[in-house]
Protein backbone atom coordinates (compact mmCIF):
# COMPACT_ATOMS: atom_id res chain seq x y z
CA UNK A 1 0.00 0.00 0.00
CA UNK A 2 0.82 3.31 -0.91
CA UNK A 3 1.76 6.26 1.88
CA UNK A 4 1.46 9.36 1.12
CA UNK A 5 4.32 11.25 2.89
CA UNK A 6 2.71 14.46 5.13
CA UNK A 7 5.94 15.98 4.66
CA UNK A 8 5.58 16.73 0.90
CA UNK A 9 3.15 19.07 1.67
CA UNK A 10 3.75 22.05 4.08
CA UNK A 11 0.33 23.51 5.99
CA UNK A 12 0.47 26.67 4.12
CA UNK A 13 -0.12 24.77 0.78
CA UNK A 14 -2.85 22.74 2.18
CA UNK A 15 -4.50 26.17 3.71
CA UNK A 16 -4.49 27.40 0.58
CA UNK A 17 -5.66 24.07 -1.65
CA UNK A 18 -8.75 23.96 1.12
CA UNK A 19 -9.56 27.95 0.38
CA UNK A 20 -9.74 27.57 -3.64
CA UNK A 21 -11.72 24.27 -2.72
CA UNK A 22 -14.11 26.48 -1.13
CA UNK A 23 -14.16 29.12 -3.22
CA UNK A 24 -14.58 26.61 -6.00
CA UNK A 25 -17.70 25.02 -4.21
CA UNK A 26 -19.17 28.67 -3.55
CA UNK A 27 -18.68 29.59 -7.37
CA UNK A 28 -20.40 25.97 -8.22
CA UNK A 29 -23.23 26.13 -5.95
CA UNK A 30 -24.45 29.88 -7.12
CA UNK A 31 -24.18 28.77 -10.85
CA UNK A 32 -26.33 25.93 -9.83
CA UNK A 33 -28.47 28.43 -8.10
CA UNK A 34 -28.24 30.74 -10.95
CA UNK A 35 -29.64 27.94 -13.67
CA UNK A 36 -32.07 26.53 -11.09
CA UNK A 37 -33.86 30.21 -11.45
CA UNK A 38 -33.20 31.01 -14.60
CA UNK A 39 -35.46 27.16 -15.40
CA UNK A 40 -38.02 29.09 -12.39
CA UNK A 41 -38.29 32.02 -15.43
CA UNK A 42 -38.15 30.25 -18.02
CA UNK A 43 -41.04 27.32 -16.98
CA UNK A 44 -42.39 29.44 -14.03
CA UNK A 45 -41.49 26.22 -12.04
CA UNK A 46 -42.02 26.96 -8.24
CA UNK A 47 -40.45 23.59 -7.17
CA UNK A 48 -37.41 25.00 -9.18
CA UNK A 49 -37.60 28.70 -7.33
CA UNK A 50 -37.11 26.61 -4.53
CA UNK A 51 -34.52 24.29 -6.03
CA UNK A 52 -32.80 27.99 -6.34
CA UNK A 53 -32.88 29.27 -3.08
CA UNK A 54 -31.64 26.43 -1.78
CA UNK A 55 -28.62 25.95 -3.12
CA UNK A 56 -28.08 29.99 -2.85
CA UNK A 57 -28.70 29.15 0.99
CA UNK A 58 -26.54 26.30 1.36
CA UNK A 59 -23.36 27.51 -0.66
CA UNK A 60 -23.56 31.28 -1.00
CA UNK A 61 -24.84 32.63 1.96
CA UNK A 62 -22.91 30.80 4.30
CA UNK A 63 -19.99 32.09 2.49
CA UNK A 64 -21.02 35.73 2.73
CA UNK A 65 -21.93 35.61 6.50
CA UNK A 66 -18.46 34.30 7.56
CA UNK A 67 -16.41 37.14 5.21
CA UNK A 68 -18.79 39.98 6.27
CA UNK A 69 -19.70 38.71 10.31
CA UNK A 70 -15.72 37.03 11.14
CA UNK A 71 -13.56 39.15 8.97
CA UNK A 72 -15.00 42.51 8.86
CA UNK A 73 -16.91 42.60 11.87
CA UNK A 74 -14.96 40.61 14.73
CA UNK A 75 -18.34 38.62 15.45
CA UNK A 76 -16.91 35.42 17.64
CA UNK A 77 -16.54 32.35 15.00
CA UNK A 78 -19.18 30.06 17.13
CA UNK A 79 -21.99 32.64 16.31
CA UNK A 80 -20.53 32.96 12.65
CA UNK A 81 -20.59 28.93 12.47
CA UNK A 82 -24.07 29.16 14.02
CA UNK A 83 -25.62 31.39 11.62
CA UNK A 84 -23.66 29.68 8.84
CA UNK A 85 -25.35 26.23 9.78
CA UNK A 86 -28.93 27.68 10.04
CA UNK A 87 -28.67 28.99 6.55
CA UNK A 88 -27.23 25.80 5.56
CA UNK A 89 -30.03 23.99 7.09
CA UNK A 90 -32.50 25.96 5.52
CA UNK A 91 -31.43 25.69 1.96
CA UNK A 92 -31.58 22.11 2.53
CA UNK A 93 -34.98 22.15 3.60
CA UNK A 94 -35.39 24.48 0.61
CA UNK A 95 -33.89 21.97 -1.92
CA UNK A 96 -35.76 18.75 0.06
CA UNK A 97 -39.19 20.63 -0.62
CA UNK A 98 -38.16 21.44 -4.33
CA UNK A 99 -37.81 18.21 -5.22
CA UNK A 100 -40.69 16.91 -3.30
CA UNK A 101 -43.69 19.01 -4.93
CA UNK A 102 -43.71 16.78 -8.03
CA UNK A 103 -45.85 19.23 -10.81
CA UNK A 104 -46.51 21.73 -8.27
CA UNK A 105 -46.28 24.80 -10.86
Same mark, same amino acid.
Given at each position: ??? /?????????? &????????? +? *?? %? !??????A??????????????? /????????L? &??V?A???? +? *?? %? !???V?????????QA?????L?A???????????
Open positions: MYA /LPLQSFDLET &LALVRQASE +A *LS %V !LLGLAIYIAYRGYRRNGSRPM /LFVAAGFAV &LGPLLTV +A *LY %V !LLSPLPVVNALACELLGGILYGLWTPGAS
